[in-house]
């Protein structure tokens, strides 16, 4: 099987000078592609814990920044399946809705209860197949994403940022549910 | 409180003639809306029994005969309640959707089942707010149902066209259910 698996490296962003990564990002001839702000809700299933099953159930509504552009999509999230060393995939489903609010009703009526809900701004580089992702979750702080099938280009961005960088493992999920920092600052208008 | 209330009525056409309903339509000065073609999915919650609550879940995709357009629907129904004599409402929780078949794998990822599947033939006919459906449903026959809120419209119409009409109290999905005859022939394409 030689299935196309997308390696993905996620660090929070610990230097004061956050403009050092996107200096660095355009000098490696990464383009900003596009700007948004992410409200993300997660809800638990009716009659089991998505915290055990390691599943994901949420909706995300996404403002284009500068274009007035508005998505929302329902995205369910498998557990995580360990595929080698260092790669990980779960199965994920997306699907478009034209409200949100009552996709948030009709969950309610069946019984899912809203975990936490958070917002976050993003803006989106790419270089080729590499996408770098500049994520500043309110109340969390700054994180940097890398995506790509090419792992050295990962260890690579890292090593150049190491004094900015620092791994992370978890999901923005569970850091906001950890440090019940992350606020929820979003105009739903 | 002075809220609009819907009042349907639904029958059975039991003549063999169902030209007859459409002439009498037309001579009434009843406008053909549109043609759709409609397949309903419905399904059962993970951890409870939508027959026992009188709850339904249901996607909905309707292509509309000759304008090449289609839309899917997913759509919460809580349990009736009745409002007074003859009148009954259930709150109805309605969200547009891009595609069906990733909200079905969504929903069996839940947990949820897939109960039945059907699909109906609909004309849609309107005067002023009285809207008169005629289905053909596969496999199970064909009905009319009136919606409006003048329950006397109602009234004449069944009393017009009685030799045709038989009242019938059930949902399709109820009875599809309970005759499983109901079929589901769709171009998904």
């Known amino acids: ?21 996107s200096y660095f990002l355009k000098e490696k001839d990464f383009r900003e592609e596009y700007r948004v702000v992410e409200k993300d809700i997660y809800y638990n299933h009716p ?3 998505f915290s055990r099953t390691d599943e994901a159930l949420r909706i995300r509504i996404r ?5 007035g552009i508005r998505k929302t999509v329902l995205t369910y999230k498998g557990s995580r399946k360990v595929l080698g060393e260092g790669v990980k995939a779960r199965e994920e489903i997306e699907v478009e809705l034209n409200n949100w609010r009552k996709m948030n ?4 009526c069946l019984g899912f209860q809203r975990v936490i809900s958070f917002v976050k701004e993003r803006i989106i580089y790419r270089k080729r197949d590499v996408e770098v992702t500049l994520d500043h979750v309110y109340g969390l702080g700054r994180f940097i994403e890398v995506e790509t099938r090419n792992r050295s280009i990962i260890e690579n961005i890292y090593s150049s940022l190491s004094e900015c960088l620092e791994p992370v493992n ?12 992350c606020r929820d600052d979003f105009d739903d208008s």
């Open 1 to 21: 099987m030689n299935e196309y698996v997308e390696v993905e490296g996620k660090y929070r962003v610990i230097c004061d000078d956050i403009n050092k990564i």
């Open 47 to 49: 009659c089991r814990d």
């Open 63 to 67: 403002k284009y920044i500068g274009q």
């Open 105 to 108: 009703n009709i969950l309610l």
């Open 170 to 181: 978890k999901t923005y999920l569970e850091l906001c549910l950890e440090t019940q920092k």
